[in-house]
Each structure stands twice: as structure tokens, then as C-alpha cells.
């Protein structure tokens, strides 16, 4: 059996309820998850919000997610129906997604929507709603109406990070959930979860309720104070912030930091990192899988000043104060619904962060650029119930699932590369062991060179169908940007991985040719070649209008 073949089965040969570790490792300068004793891709989809409320949705939620070749769903757990009465929990919905996840030959990360969820608080229950006393609210200015809200919106309720009373009930509920989640997954179908969802403070960069600036106004602590002074903080917000007032050796927050929005950010930063740290280790402690949280993007455009984001979650300006409060989270992950969303991987792989996209837009193109650019563990398109079977991203997974230790072993090794090329931009070029690469745009470079001789070019290739198929779902076009994901077999051996992308190989010093070229595909979950390419049909090796993989080999000979 192939190695490819070996990771897709990796799933199916699970037996023995002790066979359920799952860990972050550390191999040079990639992070990889090991799951099962095996270095693991996360190629899925996140369901909707509401999806996991009911048995029916979720079975029909996990059934898409594995016809469009994903291996993984991620899938919410809510407090408000885990714990509907304090101290009395409801794990039948966790174990309907458990069942639905085996049944699919899928791995599940949950995601614990617990008393943050897009900087609200929407799913926590009713009892810790309705006792302000108890569980304290924020309190915002509301200088500016953050992002989806409108005049005369109901007000949603965001309770405060600095109630303890709050931080202890959550870490609670969380522990019951892991506890319930080491005796039911017997399969170990859960490899990774998420602990609460894109925290932070809407509306205001920082919490106003007296108990917040009772903070405010303490001292800051030792364990940031220590924080600041290693190069872990070096070029990030704080440390900036910490520089500009003359590097005190102690203080209040405004002491050390000044009193602008900026400074409000890294006192949220601490907070929210601390809170979800100590949520983190309570449920660690019940069942060491590994965790991570994600991020709402900021600063982004038209979200300029925290406030505007969540002020406080993991944004790219204070990730290394995540890093240093949240000791129990083993990754930070951003979701991506940026048209730029290279630079938001590269923000997401500083100080060492392994990246994990959790949440994207359906772009085939951005998948192949984590995992082929950025040595990412996962990728998930959001509102995988509504994909298209077939789509691009369909496409894209089958063979990326198919070549998950392939992948794996070339991010460990640095034999792999990717390219994509936005909307006008002819070639790009990337370096992969001695040889550069050069892709280039094959509709455009076809059209050219049939001009140069005289002939018309091509028309040019019809609009895809959308990538999803649901009438309320948000406009998801097919991503139709060349890309191409490339890996280094050794022996002048390459397979590459895209579409509507050409490539050339050259080496300082030698002449490169083409020696043998197969399209193929990953479909079985191991390589299958169905046709060997030569002449005029090696100048489109990978499809135009859809994703294709090919293997090729190149000759180097002396100048």
C-alpha cells in the first residue's frame, strides 16, 4: 500500500479505545498533528452555527461533508444545550456527532461555543444570562456600530471576561464535555477542539464595567512584565506600546501601555487570553487533545481600531500576548474572509504559530496556499452543507486527502511550494530545492501564442457554477485563479497539483527539459495514471477549467 493510501486509511484502522492520542509535534520548523501515530491533514468544512441543535441537520451536515472528499467537519458544541439546568448536562447531540463522524469515516473537531461567540454571548445558558449579579455584563461606549448589527438591533448580550464567577462555570461545562468526550470517543474520531469562537469586545476596545477598570487601574502582571522583556514580543503591540513610555519595570495598565485604543487591545489581549487559557486547561485536564482558538481578522480594512473587531481576541497585533497568557492553547487559527488572504497567513505563522485556517470562503486556490506555502494542518471551507458536490474545492480535496503524508513529509522536509496568481498578474516564480519554478497563466500564455502566429486565440472559458448550492448561502463564486501546489519526489520527480497553471523548471548552470510527464488523479487515495502526456499536450499538463494533478519528470543536463 502506497504511503498516500496509508493516510486515508488511517481512520478506519482504529480498534482499541487506548489508541486515541492525538498531539501537536514539533519536527525543525513545522508543527504537525499526529493522530494515531500518523502526521495528519484537516481537509474539511465547518457546518453552520445552528447545525449541531438537531439530529437531522447533522447527519445531513456530515453526509455533504464526505461527498465532497472532506476528511474532517467541524462542528459546534453549545453550552446553552450541554447545560440547561447548572450541573445538569446533555451529551445526546454529542454523541449523535460522534456517531455521524464514525459512520463517514470523518474526523470531528468540536468547537466549544461556550460564554464567547462572536464577542457575544448568545450561547451560554439561560441561568447564567438572566443573573447579572452573578455573571456580570460588559459594558461598552459604543462609540461605533460594529459588524453585523443595525439601528434599532435587539441588543445581544456580552458578558464580562472578568467575572470569575463566569470564567469557573464555563471551565466547568467545558471539563464535563472533554470528560464525556474521553469515555464516548472510543474510535478517537477527535483530534483537535476548538475552545470558544472569535472572542473579544465589540463596540468599545475595552470593557468599562467596574470590574474592568478595577483592573485597569492593578498593577500589570509579573508574567507579562516577563513576557515583554524576551524576543518572543519583539515587534508586536504590546512591546511597542511597553517602549514608547521608557520600558517601566511595574505599573498599571495605562502605565505601562498609555491609555489609546491600542493599549485597551493588549489589556483585552490579557484578559480574554488568560480566561480562555484557564477554560482550556480545566478541559486539558479531563482529555489531553490538543486545542486551539480562532480569530475574527484584525486590524482589517474597514475594521480599522479594535472595537470595530473583537477587541482582545487573538488579532495578529497581540498574538504573541496570546501566546504567552494562553500556555494551554496549542495554536492560534485565523478565519479567513479577506480578499489578501496571504498576508494573513504569513501574520498567522509568527512567533511559531502552526497555522490552521478554521473558517474560509470556498477558494480552491487559498486551500492549496496553506497547506503547499505555509505548512498548515487544516483548512475548512464554512457552511459545508451547502457545498456543491464536484465543486473546485470538491475537486481540490479529493487529491489532497489522498496525498496527506506525501504532504506531511514534504512541509517537514521543505520539498514543497505553492503558486497562485491573481487576476492579472502573468508569472510568478518560486524556488524549491535547486531548481526555480515559473507558473504562468495557461489561458493567457495559449491565447498569446496562437496570436503570435497568427490565429485567434480561444474564447475565453465559461463562468463556473457556484461552489454551493443553497439559496440563502452567501455568494461563494468558483475560485478560477491559476495555482499550482508543488512537491518534490527527489530524482527530478515532481507532482504538482492545480489548475489553468504551466510550468517551467530551470537550474543555474544546466539545461532542463521535459523527460516524462502522467496526469493522474489521487481519487482511490493513491496515485492512479491515466494518460502519459507528450508533444503539443505538455503545454497544458493541468486543466483549465478544473483541478487536476499530474507527476512529471524533468532532465538536467550540462550547459
Not at 438537531?54 to 453526509?63: L, Q, V
Not at 452573578?134 to 448580550?157: I, K, L, S
Not at 481540490?396 to 496527506?404: A, D, F, P, R, S
Not at 520539498?415 to 497562485?420: D, E, F, L, N, T
Request: aromatic share 8%.
Amino acid at each position: 500500500m502506497s504511503d498516500e493510501n496509508q493516510g486515508a486509511r488511517h481512520m478506519a484502522e482504529v480498534s482499541s479505545p487506548m489508541d486515541v492520542t492525538a498531539r501537536l509535534e514539533r519536527s525543525g520548523d513545522v508543527t504537525q498533528l499526529i493522530v494515531h501515530g500518523r502526521s495528519t491533514l484537516l481537509i474539511g468544512g465547518q457546518v453552520h452555527n445552528s447545525t449541531s441543535s438537531h439530529p437531522d441537520s447533522i447527519a445531513r451536515a456530515f453526509a455533504r461533508a464526505a461527498e465532497i472528499g472532506s476528511n474532517t467537519v467541524f462542528a459546534p458544541v453549545d453550552w446553552a444545550l450541554l447545560e440547561p439546568e447548572e450541573g445538569r448536562f446533555d451529551f445526546a447531540l454529542v454523541d449523535v456527532m460522534l456517531a455521524e463522524a464514525r459512520r463517514h469515516g470523518l474526523m470531528w473537531v468540536p468547537l466549544w461555543f461556550g460564554a464567547f461567540k462572536n464577542a457575544h454571548s448568545t450561547y451560554a445558558p439561560r441561568w447564567v444570562r438572566a443573573d447579572t449579579e452573578r455573571f456580570p455584563r460588559a459594558v461598552a461606549n459604543e462609540g461605533a456600530r460594529p459588524a453585523f448589527t443595525y439601528a434599532g438591533a435587539m441588543r445581544r448580550p456580552t458578558l464580562s471576561v472578568f467575572g470569575e464567577e463566569l470564567r469557573e462555570a464555563d471551565a466547568r461545562a467545558f471539563a464535563a464535555f472533554m470528560r464525556h468526550l474521553a469515555e464516548a470517543d472510543v474510535t478517537g474520531v477527535v483530534p483537535l477542539v476548538q475552545v470558544e469562537n472569535e472572542v473579544g469586545l465589540l463596540a468599545d476596545s475595552r470593557d468599562r464595567s467596574s470590574l474592568a477598570e478595577a483592573e485597569w487601574q492593578r498593577d500589570v502582571p509579573e508574567a507579562l512584565l516577563r513576557h515583554l522583556t524576551s524576543d518572543r514580543a519583539a515587534g508586536f503591540a504590546a512591546s511597542t506600546l511597553w517602549a514608547a513610555r521608557g520600558r517601566p519595570a511595574h505599573g498599571t495598565w495605562p502605565e505601562l501601555f498609555g491609555t489609546g485604543w491600542e493599549a485597551d487591545e493588549v489589556f483585552m489581549a490579557w484578559a480574554f487570553g488568560t480566561y480562555v487559557d484557564a477554560v482550556a486547561a480545566r478541559g486539558a485536564a479531563a482529555h489531553p487533545v490538543p486545542l486551539y482558538v480562532n480569530s475574527w481578522i484584525g486590524p482589517q480594512p474597514g475594521q480599522e481600531q479594535a472595537g470595530l473587531y473583537p477587541s482582545g481576541g487573538p488579532g495578529w497585533r497581540v498574538l504573541d500576548i496570546w501566546q504567552a497568557a494562553a500556555p494551554s492553547i496549542g495554536l492560534i487559527g485565523p478565519d479567513i474572509y479577506l480578499d489578501d488572504s496571504a498576508e494573513a497567513m504569513r501574520w498567522y505563522t509568527m512567533g511559531d504559530n502552526p497555522l490552521i485556517v478554521p473558517e474560509s470562503r470556498y477558494r480552491a486556490a487559498e486551500a492549496a496556499r496553506a497547506f503547499g506555502g505555509h505548512a498548515a494542518i487544516g483548512w475548512s471551507v464554512f457552511g459545508v452543507e451547502d457545498a456543491r458536490p464536484g465543486n473546485r474545492v470538491s475537486q481540490l480535496y479529493t487529491e489532497l486527502v489522498g496525498m496527506t503524508e506525501l504532504i506531511t513529509a514534504a512541509q517537514r522536509e521543505s520539498r514543497i511550494a505553492c503558486v497562485v496568481l491573481e487576476p492579472g498578474e502573468g508569472e510568478a516564480h518560486v524556488v524549491l530545492g535547486e531548481y526555480t519554478l515559473t507558473a504562468r497563466n495557461t489561458q493567457e500564455l495559449f491565447t498569446r501564442m496562437l496570436l503570435d502566429i497568427g490565429v485567434e486565440g480561444p474564447p475565453p472559458p465559461p463562468i463556473p457554477p457556484s461552489e454551493t448550492e443553497a439559496e440563502d448561502a452567501f455568494p461563494n463564486p468558483a475560485d478560477a485563479r491559476a495555482f499550482v501546489l508543488v512537491v518534490a519526489l527527489g530524482d527530478d520527480r515532481f507532482h504538482i497539483v492545480g489548475q489553468n497553471a504551466s510550468l517551467d523548471f530551470s537550474r543555474d548552470g544546466r539545461i532542463v527539459e521535459w523527460d516524462h510527464v502522467e496526469a493522474g488523479s489521487h481519487h482511490s487515495g493513491q496515485w492512479q495514471s491515466t494518460r502519459i502526456l507528450n508533444g503539443d499536450e505538455r503545454l497544458r499538463i493541468l486543466p483549465l477549467d478544473r483541478v487536476g494533478a499530474a507527476r512529471v519528470r524533468v532532465l538536467s543536463l550540462a550547459s
